[in-house]
């Protein structure tokens, strides 16, 4: 045997691993071929300056492993029966070469957004993260371990854990009127989404959208295989006339919706399409997707009560979400729907992943329970409802000065959308080189949809007012104004 070109430069791993990373790599490679017979280990010792029982410790891992055999006497040969040929053929080029992937379909890689690369963040659902209570938070925590029922750590209460659903059912009574019968705790209601698209959507169904929406949801649907079906939105929300329209051509069979502040416009959603809508629903074999993510700031009034809490043949599906209250690292999301619904997207969750992060939930509990959560709330409420007046008051006087701004005061919720009244098609990336971040009217299409209406002209942006200070805020716009009207 020629002696191997070893470096022993990884003083991470010991000097016997090396070596045998080395002999396995020779045989792998076909530089040491079946049935070649080895060094004696005292040659080896000598050629590689190595103590002899590093020699040995690394030949007997790689017979254990079964690269090689070893023979009494006659020292290690390579395990004559491995499948190994010379990796380059006569040529020299190698035989084995990376071939394309066949995945189901090919996703396109998503865009994060790193918060710390922004000095302005107009992102919509940013909830201010500083203003958490961590070390309360902190306490819960490790209240927990006090008291733990250790057995919660093991596989099994797949819907989520008991005190978490208790206290999410209590807050769901209060604020939102409604008694689940059972509720299914997810990873973020990003899950809710996924599981009930693969309960629901099989491969071309049709589901339903508002035309400016969600595109976590939309993608997770066409992902399931679902035909995206745009419906007509207008200043009061979905286009009922147009639902209507789109039932009698497609058999569709989810409708996703944002009810309460519609995602990206704001829009309350009235009592008067709410009805129709249902009513159009149950009569075409419609479930409704009901979107809750951010009911929790309300401002003018009590928000009004979800679509679910009046669900007499339990064809809404409800979700929502901790991301807004809390924050979205901590993923809790919740599925209030039908049992037999529950039932079905339980059994797809534990195909998924069993169950969710155990101690974050238990912890979550025991902050409810405390009245954490209800004053953080509390605090929020009013902290929001001063950004969203002083975005009201700075928009106005944008107004006053001649900015041809245009928007409709929301209810509630933690963004305002906004019309420039200029193109927005290239804003976000001119406007994040200034270290602002926006979303533009744009990214509220979905493009690849059976029925796409995505317009020519865009000129909105959905300005997030929760996440920072009013005077970042103001700051912010200033930019942005300067970027839209100001620049040549
Ligand atoms: C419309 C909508 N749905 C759901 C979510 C929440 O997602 P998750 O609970 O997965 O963090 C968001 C967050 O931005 C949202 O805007």
Known sequence: MHPLDIQFDDTSKAKYLQLAQSIR????????APGTK?????????????????????????????WLVSFQRSGYCVTESLPIESSVNSRGTPKLVAKPYQFSQQLKTPQTMELNQYRFNFAGGLPDLACFPHKEFKRAMSQIFNYLDVTKLHYGDISGVAELKLQIEHYLHKARNLKPADLLICNGSQE????????FVGKGDFVACETLGYPPARKAFAA??????DIKQDDEGLCVDDLKAQLECYPIKLLYLTPLHQYPTTVTLSPTRRLQIYQLCYSHNVMIIEDDYDHEFHYRCQPLQPMAADDPAGIVIYLSTFSKIMFSAARI??????????????VWKQLMNHKND??????????????????????????????????????????????PIEYIKPDGG????????????????????????????????FKDGVRSLKPDKQSYIRLGFAGQSSEKMQQGLAVIIKTLYLSK
């Open 224 to 229: 399931c295989g679902a035909q995206l079906i």
């Open 414 to 445: 933690m963004a305002m959308w906004v019309n420039f009244n200029r193109p927005v098609e290239h804003l976000k990336k001119a406007l994040a080189q200034l270290g602002v971040y926006v979303q533009t009217e744009p990214e509220f299409y």
């Open 333 to 346: 999301g919740y599925i209030c729907a039908a049992p037999e619904v529950i039932a079905q997207l339980t």
């Open 38 to 66: 080895l060094s004696s280990a005292r040659v080896m010792a000598q050629t590689y300056q190595l103590n002899r029982h590093t020699i040995m410790n690394a030949l007997q891992l790689l017979v254990a492993e079964g």
């Open 25 to 32: 790599a020779a045989i792998i490679k076909g530089n040491l």
């Open 192 to 199: 809710a989404l996924f599981l009930i698209a693969k309960a």
């Open 358 to 403: 155990v101690v974050m939930q238990l912890a979550v509990a025991q902050w409810m329970k405390e009245g954490g959560f209800e004053r953080h709330l509390k605090r929020m409420t009013k902290l929001y409802k001063q950004r969203y007046e002083d975005m009201d008051s700075c928009l106005t006087a944008l107004q006053a000065k001649g900015y």
